[in-house]
């Protein structure tokens, strides 16, 4: 089975602009879990999407955003970026988002804001 | 906020020596995940110990867990070279059956970064 893919693996943008980002899950999984990392906050959960709803989210400003489509692939956007938002997305993968089960991740995109 | 705290924050051993990482946390959980992640990449999934469980193993990987003080450890035996990476530990918010308002979140620890010199 193939992992959880991200796009794209590396992007630069200035502030002010946006950027969307993009995660295909483990075939067969439903539930898309998105997280952020900084070297200062660590890794901190932004939201989660099942059957194309958002189920939970992190405590983060309206400006991060999220979808999901019907074959579960997600996507997040960030509007009017800051130097703050310079950081590795993690996107995870997992059946059904339930506590018993184990989140697959995938390779992150890196996020440069200049 | 993070939910746990890892300790130490770094490791440096050498090649056949073990590892001990501690993990404490905060809130009532129904598991326990320990992930590597290798220079700022992906996370990779070590192993997950339940609540109900004092002690799994996994091939080099010996986890335990004690709920009454809120810590967990991760010993790797024998560690090689290639064993360099930060390592979390990640739990569940426990709140599950509450309105299930933890669905696919984990909370993470700050991570221990171990250096195991050849």
């Known amino acids: 089975k193939a992992g959880v893919t991200q796009t794209p693996r590396y992007l630069i943008k200035t502030r002010g602009q946006q950027v969307t980002l993009s995660c295909s899950p483990i075939?067969?999984?439903?539930?898309v879990s998105w997280y952020q990392q900084t070297p200062g906050q660590g890794l901190q959960f932004l939201f989660e999407?099942?059957?194309?709803?958002?189920?939970n989210k992190g405590n983060f400003p309206g400006r991060f955003s999220g979808r999901q489509f019907s074959n579960s692939r997600s996507e997040m956007n960030v509007s009017t970026l800051e130097l703050g938002d310079s950081a590795l997305y993690l996107c995870?993968?997992?059946?059904?988002?339930?506590?018993?089960?184990?989140?697959?991740f995938g390779p992150g995109t890196r996020l440069l804001v200049l | 906020s993070q939910q746990g705290e890892e300790d130490p924050q770094a490791l440096s051993i050498q090649e056949g020596e073990n590892a001990t990482m501690n993990c404490s946390y905060k809130?009532?959980?129904?598991?326990l995940q320990w992930y590597r992640q290798n220079s700022g990449r992906g996370l990779v999934h070590l192993i997950l110990?339940?609540?109900?469980?004092r002690e799994k193993h996994s091939g080099r990987l010996r986890v335990t867990l004690d709920t009454s003080k809120k810590s967990s450890s991760l010993l790797i035996t024998a560690s090689r070279a290639a064993d360099t990476a930060s390592y979390f530990c990640?739990?569940?918010?426990?709140?599950?059956?509450?309105?299930?308002?933890?669905?696919?979140?984990?909370?993470f620890g700050q991570g221990t970064i171990l250096t195991v010199h050849p």
């Open positions: 809130t009532s959980i129904n598991n």
């Open positions: 999407y099942f059957s194309e709803t958002q189920r």
């Open positions: 995870a993968s997992s059946s059904s988002g339930g506590a018993e089960e184990t989140q697959y």
């Open positions: 110990i339940r609540s109900n469980e």
């Open positions: 075939s067969g999984h439903r539930s």
């Open positions: 990640a739990t569940d918010g426990g709140s599950w059956y509450a309105g299930g308002t933890s669905y696919g979140k984990l909370t």
